[in-house]
């Protein structure tokens, strides 16, 4: 089982930066993707941006250039560093871990983007 812990979300105004942070602990193994998820009220979940245990990132169109994932092995802790915030940035951010198309959720933090 793993087990995911979020944090980092907040209120911020357009143009701001927010770094959101990722835990795992439990029984990863080896060959595992992690990641983010969003969802704006209304809206289909998507994602934001993932990052496998070997190979190349992915992103959104929606925030390339804005947004950097990043993954620190010793502490299995993933990161995003979100940049230059814009208003449709506003989601519930969802950390995931993957293995074996499975996959695994965070509890959610909430991202407001707003002047």
């Known amino acids: 089982q793993v087990q995911l812990v979020e944090s980092g979300g907040g209120l911020v105004q357009p143009g701001g930066s927010l770094r959101l942070s990722c835990a795992a602990s439990?029984?990863?193994?080896?060959?595992?993707?992690m990641g983010w998820y969003r969802q704006a009220p209304g809206k289909q979940r998507e994602l934001v941006a993932g990052?496998?245990?070997?190979?190349?990132?992915k992103y959104a169109d929606s925030v390339k250039g804005r947004f950097k994932i990043s993954k620190d092995n010793a502490r299995n802790t993933v990161y995003l560093q979100m940049n230059s915030l814009l208003p449709e940035d506003t989601a519930v951010y969802y950390c995931?871990?993957?293995?074996?198309?499975?996959?695994?959720w965070g509890q959610g933090t909430q991202v407001t983007v707003s002047a």
């Open positions: 990052i496998p245990s070997i190979g190349v990132t």
């Open positions: 439990g029984d990863l193994g080896h060959m595992y993707r």
């Open positions: 995931y871990v993957e293995r074996s198309e499975v996959y695994s």
